[in-house]
């Protein structure tokens, strides 16, 4: 929700030194389960440190949907907003530093922002953009094949295939593992000529 502040420094430091009392510092293990899908979303996570994964159980396999980084805002929104069981899990790959803020003092901090301009612009900006990556992630898997998909992946997003295992990676890309390999054997090789 909140990306865009990274590239605005002075208006990040004026909104957590405005909101940061809602916000309480923990840490989470690698693998943490922060939202089992099912439960109803109570608490929303920005990231400090580390990275988190949403996924879905889909015919017993977990997919992979979203990845999200340092200074990122993470929940499952519809179950948050609507107070319905959540759609997904979300799950720390790495050790994280988190700022965890719930429900009620979202709602406080959201109400209070709205007032200023620039504040509630952000916050337009920021939810266009979450549904635009939706968006442009789903048409992926009808305009592109798997080979295009990772392509894209590693020219928008050299992060992701940096700090993420394989795995992730592929269920993200709606491959498995070895076709993963086969991708980047025949793309190493590419290069080389």
């Known amino acids: 929700m909140f990306e865009r502040l990274v590239l605005k420094p002075l208006l990040h430091k004026e909104l957590v030194a405005r909101y ?3 916000f309480v510092a923990e840490s989470f293990a690698a693998k943490t389960v922060l939202l089992d899908e099912g439960q109803i979303a109570d608490k929303v996570y920005w990231i400090k440190k580390g990275c988190i994964r949403a996924w879905i159980n889909h015919q017993g396999s977990d997919v992979t949907f979203q990845f999200f980084l340092e200074n990122s805002l ?4 519809e ?3 609507k107070g319905i069981p959540s759609q997904i899990t979300i799950e720390t790959i790495e050790a994280c530093d ?8 979202i709602k406080t901090l959201i109400d ?9 612009d952000l916050f337009i900006e920021a939810l266009f953009d979450r ?6 992630h789903s048409l992926s898997f009808i305009k592109l094949t798997p080979e295009q998909r990772y392509l894209k992946l590693v020219e928008e997003r050299p992060e992701l295939i940096q700090r993420i295992a ?3 990676i592929a269920s993200y890309l709606g491959i498995s593992k070895v076709h993963l ?3 980047k054997s025949k793309w190493a090789k590419n290069k080389r000529i």
Do not use: C, E
Not at 74 to 77: E, F
Not at 112 to 120: A, C, E, H
């Open 20 to 22: 940061s009392n809602f």
């Open 74 to 77: 993470v929940a499952s929104m």
């Open 79 to 81: 179950s948050f907003w």
């Open 98 to 105: 988190l700022l965890v803020a719930d429900k009620k003092d």
């Open 112 to 120: 209070g922002s709205l007032d200023i301009p620039v504040f509630r």
């Open 131 to 136: 549904t635009f990556d939706y968006m442009q």
């Open 166 to 168: 394989q795995h992730y």
């Open 181 to 183: 390999s086969r991708i």
